[in-house]
Every structure is written in structure tokens, then in C-alpha cells.
């Protein structure tokens, strides 16, 4: 009797002792990481790869019930792309599989977003000023005289290791929702921080302060990005990007962006992107984008910079181009365009 005493009152004594730790536990809250100068921390690897589309799609509310997050999380196909053998005219399906658990509904404020846009209110990209369409004509109707691979010039940049794909470096840095790398590397100091995408390894560097802007006609890759802080948030604003870095194929010189980056939690960055150029927008527009703690290691994305990529492309585009030749002088039609 006197060891069953003794049992139930330790047991009491664990179970009353128990409730103030757990109630201190409950009430201690999270603090931001900081710097030496004092802001705070946004360094180390991060993803911001995501199931949810850029655009709502129409018809659709902007919050996710649970069992839409269910079905857009399940197993599946990602889509097929169609690859093509320059020089042996072949082609073949691509097709990429989305595994569980990799992929996520962008969740902000513990809401599944069904859009990463969310202004304007129905989650879609504004349409485009008729400036802004015959600016997208002008071009295309000069491309079409020419195959993709004619030369070099033609050949999309990421292709040439020029710049990420879609927008993935940005800005505003998106993700791709049919690729891959969707991850980066931030290091932060007093007056600089520098992003570095792992897709194309492209690393924009963001000066803090009020220095003095580029010139119009500096047009740097990524446009010339200086950044300030209001209270814990890290505001980025973008100008004078490159001519041939047309966000989504037809922004403007006037095209401005502006981010904020906020420390949410130990695993969060809350991205937040607002896409202002009036001569090609009806009217500005932004969203939001979670980017979580990646646990693992960044390698390097060696493009093809000194192989034969490029260089066995063209070749082949060359080589189509002597086939159809003689075909044409067999044919007796010399000089008949192609």
C-alpha cells in the first residue's frame, strides 16, 4: 500500500508540475534572427517552389477548401513537353512527374492560396494596353521569318545561359512550376545583400541604401535593384532592366518592381511582389510567395557554358538547311525559298 501511495503521489506531483512548464512553453514566442547591424537575418538556402499557379483560375475563390489541397497534392503527371533532336528530325514526350510531399499549395497566414497573384482582387495578371500588344506583335512578326535555331540571337537566354528560366531570378522571382531549382542562396551584410537562383546560377546583387540610380541607359541583367528597410521588412525596387530581359515578353523601360522580404518564422519568408508599368499594364498588380528553409545543399547548375550544346544545335540547323538545298536543285528549283 504504502509503494501505491507513494506512486500516486509522485504521479500528482509530475502531472501539477507539468502544467506551468507546458503553459511557459506555449507563451514563448519565436524571435527573429538578426544580424550584427541589427535586422533581420534572411541568409541561408531557400525554395519557393509551389503547386499553386501564378493566376487564379477563373471561377475559382481565393482560398483552397481542404480537400482541393488533397487533390492538387495527390500524385501525378506534371505535363509532357516535346523535345526535339535537331538534325535527325525526331522528336519525343517529356514527361515529368510531381511526387508527393515535394510539391505544396502556397500556404501565407495559414491560408492555401489557389493564385500566388493576389492584387488585383480576382488573382489574375491585368490585361495588357494596346501599347503594350502591338509591342508584342512588332517583334514576333519579325521572328517568324526564322527558325528558333537560325542563329545564335534567336536562341531563347536561358538556352544560353544568359538568364534562369521564367522568371525564377526575377525580379519578381517566381516559380517554375513545370522545372526545377526553384531555390536559393541570400547572403546578407550591413550594405549589400546578394540572391543567388540556382537555376542558370544567376546572382543579383541588391545595394542597401540611397545611392545615386543608373543611368536610362544602363540596362543591367536583373535591372539595377537598391534596397532599404522598414522596420523588419527588406524593400527592394527594380528599374532599368535589360531590354532583351522582357518580364512575361513585353514589360516596358517604365517597368518598376518592387519586393518585400519579411522573416514570418524559422522556416518562412513571406516574398511579396508588386509589378508597376503603366504603359503595359491596365493597372499595377502583385502577389505574395512563401519561401521555405531549404535543408540541403545548393550545387552548382552548370549550364553549358564550353561544351557543344550551342554549337551541335546549329550545326544541325545548318545541316536541315543543306538537305532542303538539295532537295530544292534536285527538284530544279534552285532558288525557291525555303
Not at 160 to 187: D, E, H, K, Q
Not at 215 to 236: C, T
Not at 298 to 327: D, F, K, M, T
Request: negative net charge; proline residues 9%.
Amino acid at each position: 500500500m504504502r509503494r501505491v501511495a507513494a506512486l500516486c503521489i509522485a504521479l500528482c506531483l509530475a502531472t501539477a508540475s507539468a502544467g506551468p512548464v507546458s503553459a511557459v512553453a506555449a507563451q514563448t514566442e519565436w524571435v527573429v534572427p538578426r544580424t550584427p547591424d541589427g535586422h533581420p537575418d534572411l541568409q541561408g538556402n531557400w525554395t519557393n517552389e509551389t503547386l499553386t499557379p501564378l493566376q487564379r483560375p477563373r471561377g475559382q475563390g481565393p482560398i483552397l477548401t481542404p480537400e482541393e489541397v488533397t487533390r492538387i497534392e495527390q500524385p501525378r503527371t506534371g505535363g509532357t513537353d516535346q523535345v526535339c533532336f535537331y538534325g535527325a528530325g525526331t522528336c519525343t514526350e517529356l514527361i515529368t512527374l510531381v511526387e508527393a510531399g515535394d510539391f505544396r499549395v502556397a500556404t501565407v497566414n495559414g491560408e492555401p492560396r489557389s493564385s500566388l497573384v493576389t492584387n488585383p482582387p480576382d488573382g489574375r495578371v491585368p490585361r495588357l494596353t494596346p501599347e503594350a500588344r502591338q509591342r508584342s506583335r512588332d517583334p514576333q512578326a519579325l521572328w517568324n521569318q526564322f527558325e528558333q535555331y537560325d542563329h545564335p540571337e534567336l536562341a531563347p537566354l536561358s538556352e544560353r545561359c544568359l538568364m534562369s528560366f521564367g522568371s525564377s531570378a526575377g525580379p519578381p522571382m517566381l516559380p517554375n512550376r513545370r522545372l526545377y531549382n526553384n531555390n536559393y542562396t541570400i547572403v546578407q551584410t550591413a550594405d549589400h545583400v546578394v540572391i543567388m537562383a540556382e537555376m542558370i546560377h544567376d546572382a543579383r546583387i541588391i545595394r542597401i541604401g540611397d545611392g545615386p540610380r543608373l543611368p536610362a541607359h544602363l540596362r543591367p541583367w536583373m535591372g539595377d535593384s537598391w534596397g532599404h528597410w522598414e522596420g523588419d521588412v527588406l524593400v527592394v525596387e527594380t528599374t532599368n532592366f535589360h531590354p532583351l530581359q522582357r518580364f512575361r515578353g513585353n514589360a516596358s523601360d517604365d517597368l518598376k518592381v518592387t519586393e518585400r522580404f519579411s522573416r514570418v518564422d524559422e522556416e518562412t519568408i513571406l516574398y511579396e511582389f508588386t509589378v508597376d508599368d503603366p504603359t503595359t499594364y491596365a493597372e499595377p498588380w502583385g502577389g505574395e510567395v512563401p519561401m521555405k528553409a531549404l535543408h540541403d545543399q545548393l550545387y552548382e547548375y552548370a549550364c553549358h557554358e564550353g561544351n557543344h550544346n550551342l554549337v551541335g544545335i546549329l550545326r544541325g540547323a545548318r545541316y536541315q538547311e543543306r538537305l532542303e538545298a538539295q532537295s530544292r536543285a534536285s527538284a530544279g528549283n534552285p532558288d525557291e525559298p525555303r
